[in-house]
């Protein structure tokens, strides 16, 4: 019998850090790409605050 408790156990903590990791994740926010018509992600604070990263460019080979 204490084989199944211990792997009710062993599954219940896995589902707890599971449903941990999830929520965390959830509450993360997600920085704004593409905004302003940008094609990059633009810099809001600090010293760099204005300048852009990493323009994304398509050319008609990648169409």
Same mark, same amino acid.
């Given at each position: 019998?204490?084989?199944?408790?211990?792997?009710?156990?062993?599954?219940?903590?896995?589902?707890?850090?599971?449903?941990?990791?999830? $929520? &965390?994740? %959830?509450?993360? +926010?997600?920085?704004?790409? /593409?905004?302003?018509?940008?094609?990059?992600?633009?810099?809001?604070?600090?010293?760099?605050?204005? $300048? &852009?990263? %990493?323009?994304? +460019?398509?050319?008609?080979? /990648?169409?």
């Amino acid at each position: 019998m204490t084989r199944h408790t211990k792997m009710l156990k062993e599954f219940s903590l896995e589902k707890n850090k599971a449903d941990f990791i999830n $929520k &965390i994740q %959830k509450s993360r +926010k997600a920085v704004e790409i /593409n905004a302003n018509g940008t094609s990059g992600y633009k810099i809001k604070e600090g010293t760099n605050a204005g $300048k &852009i990263l %990493k323009h994304l +460019k398509k050319t008609p080979e /990648n169409i």
